[in-house]
């Protein structure tokens, strides 16, 4: 088996292993946000709960080894990745020789930044105390419960409609959810990462106008040291393994290349940790 067959597998594995383990991680972690906002507001002291635990868990996680939990924990970008995969299928079986259409990776980029004026304006209904107002719009509310498999009632019907255009729209755009719309990614994506667990490239050694990676990565991310939109990475390794080079690899230097693999499973066996850890508090 190719490297970049393994790697692609071993992600699925880890994604479905997740999805059906610990689905609930995304709204966990989203509700600790909710739940320091409310306090501030209602003039609280903030304590301890799992919520908070693991939205702080997940913030730390990725300061020190990136996006994993977008790129392989996440129900939603799990859901996400099924949803393409199923669109490709269906238009592989109908013989379509054009792909649906999409906007460029430029204008996709620019579109990125609605998940953080989605981010702002759920922080300002928490904190103007609006929650009740706003009840059954939650897609993520509707997701949660489909996936214990109780039918949300009409009070929903708003979050119903929501969900079902990102269904649509995940069929449309690889990662559909995760760029434009996710407040938790947006989080994620102003937080700083580590040197060492950033993808770089030789770019003295690419193919002139190649743009394999840009063209493969399901976020629309550029492969520069410089890049201002270095947070969308959620390292799913795909630019590694179009890269017809092996231009690309982990840190500062080549010495990290090669080890993007064994880099998953150690991360993989820290979050699992980590994830234990903070439910058991």
């Known amino acids: 088996m190719k490297k970049r067959d393994l790697r692609r597998l071993t992600r699925q594995i880890i994604q479905i292993v997740f999805f059906l383990w610990m689905p609930a991680l995304y709204t966990s972690a989203f509700s600790g946000v909710r739940y320091v906002i409310e306090k501030i507001r209602a003039g609280q002291p903030i304590e301890q709960n799992a919520f908070l635990v693991m939205f702080i868990a997940l913030c730390g996680f990725t300061i020190l080894f990136g996006r994993f939990f977008c790129g392989y924990a996440c129900a939603f970008g799990t859901l996400g990745d099924g949803m393409f995969a199923l669109s490709q299928w269906v238009q592989k079986k109908l013989k379509r020789k054009k792909k649906l259409p999409w906007f460029s990776a430029e204008t996709g980029r620019k579109l990125q930044k609605i998940k953080y004026v989605l981010l702002i304006v759920l922080m ?9 107002k706003f009840h ?7 997701f949660s419960m489909l996936y214990t498999g109780k039918i949300p009632d009409v009070g929903y019907l708003t979050g119903w409609v929501i969900f079902v255009l990102i269904l649509v729209g ?3 755009k690889e990662r559909f959810f995760c760029q434009y719309l996710c407040p938790m990614g947006a989080i994620f994506a102003w937080l700083p990462v580590l040197p060492f667990s950033v993808l770089d490239r030789d770019r003295s050694s690419c193919i002139p106008k190649c743009r394999a990676c840009e063209i493969k990565c399901p976020v629309d991310y550029q492969i520069k040291r410089d890049q201002k939109n270095g947070g969308e990475c959620i390292h799913c390794l795909q630019c590694v ?4 080079k092996q231009n690309i690899h982990l840190g500062l230097g080549k010495r990290w290349k090669g080890s993007e693999l064994p880099f998953v499973f150690v991360k993989l066996i820290l979050f699992i940790a980590l994830c234990l850890f903070a439910q058991s508090l």
């Open 124 to 132: 300002l209904i928490y904190g103007l105390g609006f929650t009740k």
């Open 241 to 244: 393994d179009v890269c017809p």
């Open 170 to 172: 995940m069929c449309f």
């Open 136 to 142: 059954g719009t939650s897609p993520w509310e509707v």
